[in-house]
């Protein structure tokens, strides 16, 4: 079964920097998508980038980027110019291609911002 | 995008009881799929609603505790039955849309407390 580890329960950044989450996965599989989400407290669960696993080029969406390492079975979440609105806990999810549709989720990291 | 919207938002219920939650989708959507997130947790997939037949439920859900209906492709309900002070969770609707249905978008989530 795939598993999805964020070894950062808690991070914290100054407003206007940038921070890094991290996420690994374990998978024998070589057809997946892997996602960050975030959600804010009390608010709806949010996709902020997606990558799919047969592509090389990083997923960039505005100020949210990802380094997907895909020997290493590595996924992280950039956040530059980082702004309050970020703070909210944000969670690594893994989907097998084809149809299984299931989502597997990493226990999440909170993410603070400092003005 | 597809909007979602959940019923109730929040709940308070007895031990016991039952709850049923309803999920609308402002558009025809082939995949919908309940999840349960226990308070602190990350989200873990119930099962998937199927139109037209019986959900498909995930390891560790019955229907008998978890029936869900799926009348038609804009609609799903979940019911929380017999309820004990475990279930309290926050309960989750998702799609998967798009060309290639391979990214799923939440609802706004039921905040359940059982006492």
């Known amino acids: 079964a795939q598993t999805v580890t964020q070894s950062q329960p808690e991070m914290s950044v100054q407003e206007a920097e940038t921070v890094t989450l991290s996420c690994t996965y374990d998978?024998?599989?070589?057809?997946?998508?892997l996602f960050w989400y975030k959600q804010p407290p009390s608010r709806q669960m949010i996709l902020v980038i997606r990558?799919?696993?047969?592509?090389?080029q990083n997923a960039t969406e505005n100020r949210f980027s990802v380094n997907f390492q895909k020997a290493a079975k590595s996924f992280s979440l950039k956040i530059s110019d980082s702004q309050l609105g970020d703070a909210a806990m944000y969670f690594c999810?893994?989907?097998?291609?084809?149809?299984?549709?299931?989502?597997?989720f990493g226990k999440g990291t909170l993410l603070t911002v400092n003005p | 995008s597809a909007v979602i919207s959940q019923k109730p938002s929040r709940d308070i219920c007895q031990r016991g009881t039952s709850l049923t939650i309803q999920c609308q989708v402002d558009?025809?959507?082939?995949?919908m799929f309940w999840y349960r997130q226990q308070p602190g947790q990350s989200l873990t997939l119930i099962a998937t609603?199927?139109?037209?037949?019986?959900?498909?439920?995930e390891s560790g859900f019955v229907i008998d505790k978890f029936p869900i209906s799926r009348p038609n492709l804009t609609f799903s309900t979940l019911t929380v039955s017999n309820m004990s002070p475990e279930d309290s969770s926050i309960y989750l609707c998702?799609?998967?849309?798009?060309?290639?249905?391979?990214?799923?978008?939440f609802g706004p989530g039921t905040r359940l407390t059982v006492l």
């Open positions: 609603a199927n139109q037209g037949s019986e959900a498909t439920y």
């Open positions: 998978t024998s599989e070589s057809d997946y998508y």
């Open positions: 558009s025809q959507v082939t995949m």
């Open positions: 990558q799919e696993a047969y592509k090389q």
């Open positions: 998702s799609l998967a849309t798009g060309t290639t249905r391979d990214t799923q978008y």
């Open positions: 999810a893994y989907r097998s291609g084809g149809s299984n549709y299931k989502l597997t």
